[in-house]
Structures are given as structure tokens and as C-alpha cells.
């Protein structure tokens, strides 16, 4: 008998990371939900039609929203029984030195980046730990390891994921779901292109294997991470970063 597919939540699913992670899970036979803010359509069409994402539903979802969330993981699990995998993927930044940094900024992006996961976690959690099996994975930040600067908001929320993730590993750690985080370095997105020519140079020309990341870099990790297979990590982080940043 063919097993089921496992059923898995990406955040941040029409993002440059979240995408590849959507292909890959789909490729690998998962049946993929990715949750994103309202895209417009010509990026909601190209996601369509792409055959690496077709199969792939587009949920909209604000992450910092904690009622939103609690009805998407309920609208996931009502329409496929259960959700196996939730990919913490959905982040922002919003660069300023802490001098010239608004209230706004460090908000928006503690609201997205940090109270996203525990939002998604605090609903899926509970299902996952009943039916015994549970994969989640929180896409964190080298940025959150190093700090980084002019980003207070976003290493501060990419650090507290970690402790977070370590937190939760242990609760559940006896009911069959694992959560791990991986720190991503410099992966060519829309949020890395975004940066300052001058700085995104500065800091690619000293990555050790001479080349930003491909989403897909972090795509294979989190498949690994998220296979029946991985049940015994649990409360790692995975630093992909092309050795910018080598810790142990
Ligand atoms: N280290 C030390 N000093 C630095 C510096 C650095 N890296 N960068 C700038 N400075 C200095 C400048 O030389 C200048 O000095 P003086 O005042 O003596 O002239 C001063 O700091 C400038 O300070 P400002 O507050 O005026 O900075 P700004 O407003 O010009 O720019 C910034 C600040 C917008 C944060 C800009 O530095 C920037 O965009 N930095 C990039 C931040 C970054 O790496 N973001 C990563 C985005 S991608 C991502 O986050 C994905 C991921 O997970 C990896």
C-alpha cells in the first residue's frame, strides 16, 4: 500500500526560500500548503504555473496574525486530515541603525519574524503531539548567530527563534515531533538583492565557497529535516551559510 502524503504548511511559501522549499517538499511527494500575504496575481499565475509549484495551494495568511493563524492550521487540517510539517519560513527586514530605527520597524519585524513562528507552532503543535508525529522547521538567520549591522530587529527575532526552537524541542520532544532550526546565509532572494550593492558585495566577496546561496540550499536541508526518517534531531540549528560563519 503507498503510504499517504505527509501534509506540510510552508510560510513565507511565495518568498525566494519558502518557494524552493514548496518545490522540494512537493517534489518529494508531500502535499504542500504554502501560506503567504495576498500575492497579486501575476505572481499568484507564475506560482500556478510553474511546474515545480503546481501542485502546491496558496493559502493567504498574515503570520502576525494569531486568529489568522489558528484558522489556517484548522483549514489544513479539516481539508487533509492533519499537518504532518510546518516550515517557519515567513520573515522581513526592515534595516536601520538602532539610532535611526522607528518603533515601527523593530515591530513589524518581531511581528513577523518571531511572533509568526510562535503563532504557527502554538496552533500546530497540539495536533501534531496527539497523532504522535510532527516535523517543524524554523528558517532563522547567520545574522541571528553574528548580529549584524544595522539590524537590531531582525538578528534580536532570528536569535529568540533559536531559543525558541530548543524550548519547544523539549516539550515535545516525547511525542514524536522534532523542531529545528536552520541559519541561512546570504541565499539569493528578493531580500538579499534588495540590499545595498556595495554592502551585498562587500559581504559575498568574503563567503568562503565564492558564491551566495541558492534557495535550494536551504530547500534540500529542510527536506532533510522534515523526512520520517530525521526523528532523532531535535533542538539543532543548521547553519547553511557557505562557511560565512563557523561555530560548532
Ligand atoms: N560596520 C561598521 N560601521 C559601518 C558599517 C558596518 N558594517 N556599515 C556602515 N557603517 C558606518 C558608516 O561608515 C557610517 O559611519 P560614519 O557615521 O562614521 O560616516 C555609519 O556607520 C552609517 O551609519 P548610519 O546609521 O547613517 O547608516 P545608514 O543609514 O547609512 O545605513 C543600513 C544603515 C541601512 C543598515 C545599511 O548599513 C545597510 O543596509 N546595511 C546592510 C544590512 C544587512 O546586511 N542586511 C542584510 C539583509 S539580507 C538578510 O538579512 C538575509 C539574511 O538573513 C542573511
Redesign the pocket.
Known amino acids: 500500500m503507498t503510504p499517504s502524503p505527509r501534509i506540510a504548511l510552508v510560510t513565507g511559501g511565495l518568498g525566494g526560500i519558502g518557494r524552493a522549499i514548496c518545490a522540494r517538499l512537493a517534489a518529494d511527494g508531500c502535499r504542500v500548503v504554502a501560506a503567504d500575504l495576498p500575492p497579486d496575481a501575476a505572481r499568484l499565475t507564475a506560482f500556478a504555473d510553474d511546474p515545480a509549484t503546481r501542485q502546491v495551494t496558496v493559502l493567504a495568511l498574515d503570520v502576525g496574525d494569531f486568529d489568522a493563524c489558528a484558522a489556517a492550521v484548522a483549514d489544513v487540517e479539516a481539508r487533509h486530515g492533519r499537518l504532518d510539517i510546518l516550515v517557519n519560513a515567513a520573515g522581513i527586514?526592515r534595516?536601520?541603525?538602532l539610532?535611526?530605527m522607528s518603533r515601527a520597524q523593530w515591530d513589524d519585524v518581531l511581528r513577523i519574524d518571531l511572533d509568526g513562528v510562535f503563532n504557527l507552532c502554538r496552533h500546530a503543535v497540539e495536533g501534531m503531539t496527539a497523532r504522535g508525529f510532527g516535523r517543524i522547521v524554523n528558517i532563522s538567520?547567520?545574522?541571528g548567530q553574528t548580529g549584524?549591522?544595522?539590524?537590531t530587529n531582525?538578528a534580536a527575532a532570528?536569535a529568540g527563534m533559536h531559543g525558541f526552537t530548543m524550548a519547544l524541542a523539549r516539550e515535545t520532544a516525547r511525542k514524536g515531533v522534532t523542531v529545528n532550526s536552520i541559519s541561512?546565509?546570504?541565499i539569493d532572494t528578493p531580500?538579499?538583492r534588495a540590499?545595498?550593492d556595495a554592502?551585498r558585495e562587500g559581504?559575498a566577496a568574503t563567503i568562503p565557497v565564492g558564491r551566495t546561496g541558492a534557495p535550494d540550499d536551504i530547500a534540500r536541508a529542510v527536506a532533510f529535516l522534515a523526512a520520517d526518517e530525521a526523528g532523532y534531531i531535535t533542538g539543532a540549528n543548521l547553519p547553511i551559510n557557505g562557511g560565512l560563519f563557523m561555530s560548532f
Do not use: C, E, H
Not at 549584524?148 to 539590524?151: A, D, E, L, M, P
Open positions: 527586514t534595516d536601520a541603525t539610532r535611526k538567520s547567520v545574522n549584524q549591522f544595522g539590524q531582525y532570528k541561512p546565509g546570504y531580500m538579499v540590499m545595498p554592502i559581504i
